[in-house]
Structures are given as structure tokens and as C-alpha cells.
């Protein structure tokens, strides 16, 4: 009888173990360098701040290893760990790794990374469209202002130019501006020398020593003839008063004289007394008026003394 052959199959044991694999999420692509790369063999991996040695497999465990959260960037495990979230079709953010799976929808990660798959919609397509149309749309203005901008420019060039040929011109025209003022000022001096020098002579002359003589003789008289005026004029009022306050009833010739007398000079027609007719007058009246008549023909001592003036 033939014993069955039994084949004992003894497990085959692989001469190497793979290599860990490296869960990068949220790192951000220009940090990946930092990370083991994908196939590296290292087993080992050193935190950011170089504080600790840990092994590949603790980065990104959600359990904190490092001091600086550098092991988990895709977990909130460390409160001062940065998530990169990669928002294809618009532009990558960071947040903090303490609002990664908090059950928000983080406005910053439009891709939804920051939170479990299935939990966010991925907006970045819409989003990063709106985004780029508004940057085209800044773009165009850019360039738009940019063309002003050139035009501004070119005038501002040409303007400075004209502006600084104008500047000149006037200032050649300042300059042959102020040599005719230093001519016509050493000109207008000279005369001015020339005619002090002849007015001195002049004053040295008989007619100008008279010319003084009649000027104060003329001064003179002016002032007398406003003091007399003063005094003819209080001399009116005097009268006036008189005038208009006498009693013509009452017989004083020498008051009713010299009111007629003002009346006619006046030119004001006298009128009669009570108790006498029209056209008869007194004798005494009669002389006392030829005394005054001959008193105003003889002259006054004021008349005389303006004689001598004259």
C-alpha cells in the first residue's frame, strides 16, 4: 500500500520588508520636499524643528509627536500644525490644523480637503472660474490704465520739455530786462543829480526869494480871510437873533436901525411899525439912518489894514 506523499507547504519569508507608506495629506506641494519621498526606504523621519527623531509611520497617525505639529499636517492632532489644502482648479490655502475635521466646511478649502471625504462639496471648479474671470476682468483695467498711464507720461514729457525751453526764454528775457533797468536807473540818477544841482542855483536867485515873500504873503492872507469869515459869520447869527427876537414897537433907533439895515443887505423888504403910515418915517429915524450910512462909508481899521496887503 503506497502512503500518500504529503506536501508540507512551509511559508516563504520575503528576504526585505516594503517600505512604510507616507500619508502626505495636507502638506503643501512646496513642502513635500521636507516629507519622505514616496519609495524612500527610510524609516525614520526627523520633526521640522529637528527636536525629535520619529518613524514614518507616526506622521500623520492623529496622535501629536512633534513640538512644532510638523508629524501632522492633515490631522488636528496638534493645535499649532499648519493643513494645506490643494483646491485644484483655484488657488491652495492654509489653515490651522485645529479646524481640519471639526465638521466645518472651511471657506478657505473650497475642495472640501479640510474634512472627511463626502462631508464638503468640492466648489473650487465654480469658484476658481468666478476668480479668474474677476482677475481677467483686473487684468484688462491694468493694462487699460496702463496705456493712460504711457499717454499721461508722454504728455507730462513733451509739457516739461516746452515748459522748460519757456522757462529759459523768460529767463534771457529777465535778464535783458533788468539791463534796461540798470540803464534807466543810472540814467534817471544822473537827471536827478543834474536837477538837484539846478535847483540849488534857482534857489539862490532874486525871483525865487520873491516867489517865497509872496507865498507867505499869500498864506498870510488866506488865514486872515478865513478868521474874518468866522467873524462875519457869528456877526450873521448875532444879527439874526436880533432880527427875529426885536420889538419893533419898542423906540430904540439904534436896534431898528441896524435891523433895517440887515433886512436891506438881506435884500428882505422891511415892514411898517404899528401906529405909522407907508412912506413916513421919523426925523430922528431919518438921522439916525444918515449917521449910519455915513459910518458904513468911512473906512474900517480892518479895511485899512487889508490895504496894506494889497
Not at 140 to 155: D, L, P, Q, W
Request: hydrophobic share 30%; proline share 5%; with cysteine.
Amino acid at each position: 500500500m503506497l502512503l500518500p506523499l504529503v506536501l508540507v507547504a512551509l511559508p516563504l519569508h520575503a528576504s526585505s520588508t516594503s517600505p512604510p507608506t507616507v500619508n502626505l495629506k495636507g502638506v503643501a506641494p512646496a513642502r513635500q520636499h521636507l516629507y519622505p519621498a514616496a519609495g524612500s526606504t527610510s524609516t525614520t523621519w526627523q520633526c521640522l524643528d529637528g527636536s525629535k527623531t520619529i518613524p514614518v509611520a507616526s506622521i500623520n497617525d492623529d496622535y501629536c509627536d512633534c513640538p512644532d505639529g510638523s508629524d501632522e499636517p492633515g490631522t488636528s492632532a496638534c493645535a499649532n500644525g499648519t493643513f494645506h489644502c490643494i483646491n485644484a482648479g483655484h488657488i491652495g490655502a492654509d489653515i490651522r490644523s485645529s479646524r481640519v475635521g471639526d465638521g466645518l466646511c472651511e471657506p478657505e478649502c473650497c475642495d472640501g480637503s479640510d474634512e472627511a471625504e463626502g462631508v464638503c462639496e468640492n466648489k473650487c471648479e465654480a469658484i476658481g472660474s468666478q476668480y479668474k474671470a474677476e482677475q481677467a476682468a483686473i487684468q484688462k483695467a491694468r493694462k487699460t490704465g496702463a496705456k493712460i498711464r504711457s499717454t499721461y507720461v508722454a504728455f507730462a514729457h513733451k509739457e516739461k520739455t516746452r515748459l522748460e525751453e519757456s522757462i529759459a526764454s523768460l529767463k534771457k528775457e529777465v535778464e535783458t530786462k533788468r539791463a534796461e533797468a540798470d540803464r534807466t536807473n543810472d540814467i534817471l540818477s544822473r537827471l536827478e543829480s543834474l536837477d538837484n544841482a539846478t535847483l540849488e542855483v534857482k534857489k539862490q536867485s532874486p525871483l525865487f526869494t520873491s516867489l517865497q515873500k509872496h507865498n507867505a504873503a499869500i498864506k498870510a492872507l488866506h488865514a486872515r480871510s478865513k478868521r474874518l469869515q468866522d467873524e462875519i459869520d457869528k456877526l450873521e447869527g448875532l444879527l439874526d437873533d436880533l432880527e427875529s427876537g426885536y420889538n419893533p414897537n419898542y423906540v430904540d433907533m439904534a436896534v431898528i436901525n441896524t435891523v433895517k439895515a440887515w433886512k436891506k443887505m438881506k435884500g428882505v423888504a422891511d415892514e411898517p411899525a404899528e401906529g405909522s403910515t407907508e412912506g413916513e418915517q421919523p426925523a430922528a429915524e431919518n438921522t439916525a439912518t444918515k449917521e449910519k450910512d455915513d459910518e458904513d462909508d468911512s473906512p474900517s481899521e480892518e479895511d485899512q489894514e487889508d490895504a496894506k496887503w494889497t
